[in-house]
Each structure stands twice: as C-alpha cells, then as structure tokens.
C-alpha cells in the first residue's frame, strides 16, 4: 500500500509546480468533505487527491506486492448560469495535461513513491462532481512492494 503521507506530499508537490492550480486538496466521500468543497470559492482550480484502493498481486508471501488503484482530480467551481461545463473541459485540459506530464516525468526520473504503471494510464472528462465542479479526471496504478 502507498504511505497516504508521502502520496499526499508528492501531490502537494505537483500542485506547486502547477501554477494555475488553486489548491490541492485530499479528499473523501463524506458530508463534511462535501460542505468543505462546496465552500471553495468560484473560478478556483484545484487538485482533488482521492486514497488509493490496493489490491494485492502477489503469486506468494516471499514476493508479496500490491497494485494501488489511483485517481485524481483537475476540477474548476463554476456557475451554471454563465459557463457551460464543457467552457470548464475546454479551461482544464492543458492544466490536467500539465499534471499528467509532470506524473510521466517523475516516473522516468524514478520517483521512489509513484510507480505508474504507463499503461494503466487513463484520463476522462468530468462534469457535476460535488455539484458545480467540473475538470478531468487522471485513474493510473502504481505497484508497491
């Protein structure tokens, strides 16, 4: 399993290194996580960072190993009334691509806390999530011993 601390850090790493990005933001699926995010201010961009589900994929004990399923998130708050969700897609995509070759880049320099899985790779549009957030979303995964 990925440490939450070191994944959360390397996170906040690539949000700083992202300019455009607000905030990063560790996330959960709860009603106060949801009131938290509800009160971000409009027009923000930021990196929501979900807790990787892992999966073990070990043939036996002596060379155990896990795959850690991950995804984050390149979500910008915006009013329906003036934008249309796909005005948000269209805002986002060079951010989330700026993050996804950030990722790549650390996985070929050999960043000892993501180990991503190249292929595994796979980027979507995301629209409604907590309500008036939309962006994209990055699911990849990363082995672990």
């Given amino acids: 399993m990925i440490n939450l601390l070191q994944y959360r850090e390397y996170w906040e790493g690539v949000g700083r290194r992202v300019d455009s990005i607000t905030e990063v933001l560790p996330v959960t699926i709860d009603e106060q996580m949801g009131k938290k995010i509800q009160s971000l201010p409009a027009n923000s961009v930021n990196l929501f960072v979900f807790p990787p589900l892992a999966e073990s994929d070990a043939k036996n004990v ?23 969700s796909f005005d948000v897609l269209e805002q986002t995509q060079p ?7 950030i990722l790549l880049n650390d996985q070929r320099a050999g960043c000892p806390v993501m180990r991503v899985e190249v292929d595994s790779i796979d980027t979507a549009p995301e629209t409604e999530l907590y309500g008036r957030f939309a962006g994209w979303s990055i699911a ?4 672990s011993y």
Avoid: G, H, L
């Fill in 140 to 143: 990849f995964k990363v082995t």
């Fill in 62 to 84: 002596d060379n155990f190993k896990e795959v850690n399923k991950c995804v984050v998130f390149v979500m910008a708050k915006y009013d329906p009334q003036r934008r249309s």
């Fill in 95 to 101: 951010i989330i691509d700026e993050v996804k070759s």
